[in-house]
């Protein structure tokens, strides 16, 4: 594959100069052989595709960022799952698996009383406890 060393080049050099972006050599049989790239927002992601696409003339498809699950198997093995091509089958749900567990942030806001409705627009309205 002649795009492999290139990217390979473009992603190494731009490692050096942004330590805050994580690699990992990744292989799915929906988009083949790839490299999973860490970033810290969506703005860094994009900084990082313009900086490949004009210092190393590199055109990389960008896939949305993914969410990993833990699955606690009823043996009381926890694996965690980073795609959809890991998830469990229906019939090893039903079986096997005793909880599926997703991350969750529990936060706590401190405002001023006048940008309590702003802050709880931002939350996404959930309930307070």
């Given at each position: 594959?002649?795009?492999r060393p290139r ?25 083949g052989a790839g ?15 313009q900086r490949l ?77």
């Open positions: 594959m002649a795009w990217f390979s080049s473009g992603g190494d050099t731009s490692r050096q100069f942004d330590l805050c972006t994580g690699r990992e050599a990744k292989a799915r049989p929906t988009l490299l999973r790239l860490g970033f810290l927002g969506l703005l860094h992601m994009d900084v990082f595709r696409r004009d210092e190393f003339g590199a055109e990389v498809l960008f896939t949305s960022p993914t969410v990993p699950y833990k699955v606690r198997w009823k043996d009381g093995n926890v694996t965690t799952l980073e795609a959809l091509d890991d998830w469990p089958d229906a019939a090893q749900l039903s079986r096997e698996v005793s909880d599926i567990l997703e991350p969750v942030v529990d936060i706590e806001v401190v405002t001023p009383r006048e940008h309590v409705g702003a802050c709880l627009g931002l939350c996404g309205n959930q309930p307070v406890s």
